[in-house]
């Protein structure tokens, strides 16, 4: 049974870095896409960062030139970089994982909070 766990949220001041991270198990990690989502309050998830099983990404609109998503194969582990973080970017962070041949899986999400 796959697993995500993230790790890395907390409280930044507009302006300030945080880098989150995300541990699978129980997955062909270097087979899977690996992906951050976030969900702010009354609004919908959505699509932050992907990266490929090869290392391909892509990014929203939103983030682009301020994250950067990365993943370590050796370690099973998925990193979001944020940088130049905006009140706008406050939201739970979701973890997601691709498999083509099991499905998809989500991590419990972590809280990023961005004060101005």
């Known amino acids: 049974q796959g697993q995500l766990v993230e790790s890395g949220g907390g409280l930044v001041q507009a302006g300030g870095s945080l880098r989150l991270s995300c541990a699978a198990s129980g997955m062909i990690f270097s087979s899977n896409t690996m992906g951050w989502f976030r969900q702010a309050p009354g609004k919908q998830r959505d699509l932050v960062a992907t990266i490929t099983s090869g290392g391909s990404t892509n990014y929203a609109d939103s983030v682009k030139g301020r994250f950067t998503i990365s993943r370590d194969n050796t370690k099973n582990t998925v990193y979001l970089q944020m940088n130049s973080l905006k009140p706008e970017d406050t939201a739970v962070y979701y973890c997601?994982?691709?498999?083509?041949?099991?499905?998809?899986?989500w991590g419990q999400g972590t809280q990023v909070t961005v004060s101005s």
């Open positions: 997601g994982a691709h498999s083509p041949r099991t499905g998809d899986y």
